[in-house]
């Protein structure tokens, strides 16, 4: 079942980040799968609008107790699973027994670095639920301020980076990078917030149809000042997505650099069409072609270089 979680489940749930993970060595790759089945798992629960809030809280707190052994897996309410309207995340909840079984088999060790980063990444997902519970489309919530947008990038996506870098010195060694773990770490925060903002600011119009801004302005309703806070932040993502390219130029293997490179590439294409876009382009989502996505894999080879 393990080989079934890797391959077809993780790929039906992953359009580019299941390339990234294949791309790792095979010490990696096992864990870094797992996590990511872990957090999707959540995040599906969190996305499953048609339940209401009070109820997709319930199965988080449930589901952040059996990730950290406290409790046995859950065995999701018929009412969730029909929640969920795609198919293959519904499979997801449904193989939650065979996940939990995965993660018990892993050593003390990746175990907890796991643990770690779920505990993280299932609080920013219950801050959001509860930060936008009374949120609609005409009366949207928005971030208090610029530390709460950095705040909530880092409990979703930050500590990703953080759980890569250990994760990577824990399995491969002195074999993984040829910087110094507390260098590594502070860049691989930055890339995974990176990443998560290059979302944020794609998603703009999408999310305020839906309440959430997640952009710290005075008001949600002037085209303007969102503008305007918009291209203040796409610069920090550039910022941060050039400390995600750093990173994995120290890496060690051809194949950790081509997979740790992908999705910065990715969101290079992506912040391309953001840059001086019009409140109007902005209502329409930026999606990067399956095409692109490919030659993006062939261009992390490429640029990874020998080793």
Not at 56 to 63: E, K
Not at 286 to 305: E, L, T
Request: charged share 25%; glycine share 6%.
């Amino acid at each position: 079942m393990k080989g079934e979680l890797e391959k077809q489940v993780l790929k039906g749930v992953s359009r580019s980040f299941y390339l990234t993970l294949r791309l790792l060595p095979g010490p990696m790759r096992g864990e870094a799968s797992l996590g990511y089945l872990l957090a999707r798992t959540s995040d599906t629960l969190a996305d499953s609008v048609a339940a209401p809030v009070a109820a997709r809280l319930q199965c988080l707190d449930q589901f952040s107790r059996a990730v950290a052994a406290k409790s046995e897996a859950p065995r999701w309410p018929v009412s969730i699973l029909n929640a969920t309207a795609d198919s293959k995340e519904r499979h997801l909840l449904e193989c939650s027994g065979e996940i939990f079984t995965w993660l018990r088999s892993l050593s003390a060790a990746e175990a907890d670095l796991v643990r770690e980063v779920l505990a993280t990444i299932i609080s920013g997902q219950m801050l959001d639920l509860e930060r936008f519970a009374e949120a609609t489309g005409g009366n949207p919530v928005v971030l208090a301020d610029d530390a709460a947008l950095e705040d909530y990038a880092w409990r979703v996506a930050g500590c990703v980076g953080a759980f890569w870098t250990k994760l990577g010195f824990l399995t491969l060694g002195d074999r993984f990078s040829n910087a110094p773990e507390p260098e590594l770490l502070a860049r691989g925060i930055a890339y995974g917030k990176g990443l998560q903002l290059v979302n944020i600011l794609r998603d703009l119009a999408a999310d305020l149809a839906t309440g959430r801004c997640y952009l710290p302005v005075a008001s949600p309703h002037d085209p303007a000042a969102l503008l305007a806070c918009h291209a203040r932040w796409l610069v920090r993502a550039e910022a941060w997505i050039g400390e995600g390219e750093d990173y994995a130029k120290s890496l060690r293997s051809r194949r950790l650099r081509a997979a740790t490179a992908l999705p910065a590439l990715i969101a290079r294409k992506t912040l391309e069409p953001l840059r001086d876009a019009s409140w109007e382009a902005l209502q329409h989502r930026i999606k990067v072609p399956r095409s692109v996505v490919y030659r993006a894999v062939i261009r992390a080879f490429s640029q990874a270089g020998p080793g």
